[in-house]
């Protein structure tokens, strides 16, 4: 099943409400992208942007299970939300 754009923004908008409030994961979500608290408020709508919050989160089996657990989605959502969003396309490179 494919997941729609708005589905895959929500679910990339949850995250990063997830991230915000992780006072662990925070800090390195912070450091790794560049970004500033004030930067996650101006581009929570962009997104671009929540495809770059769900490629960080992406990295770490641990980070994707602790986040889908929070936000009740099963384990294959993020990567389904990811693809979904602008550059997470597939590439097929035959």
């Known amino acids: 099943m494919t997941m729609t754009r708005e589905s895959a923004e929500t679910i990339g908008l949850q995250i990063l409400a997830w991230i915000v409030t992780n006072d662990d994961l925070l800090p390195t979500f912070l450091g790794s992208s560049?970004?500033?608290?004030?930067?996650?408020?101006?581009?929570?709508?962009?997104?671009?942007?929540?495809?770059s919050v769900l490629d960080f989160l992406?990295?770490?089996?641990?980070?994707?299970?602790?986040?889908?657990?929070?936000?009740?989605?099963?384990y294959d959502a993020l990567m389904q939300a990811r693809m979904a969003l602008p550059g997470g396309e597939m590439i097929n490179w035959t």
């Open 58 to 74: 992406l990295m770490d089996d641990a980070w994707i299970k602790q986040a889908c657990d929070a936000i009740g989605a099963p």
């Open 34 to 51: 560049g970004a500033s608290e004030d930067d996650l408020r101006q581009q929570a709508g962009n997104a671009e942007f929540l495809g």
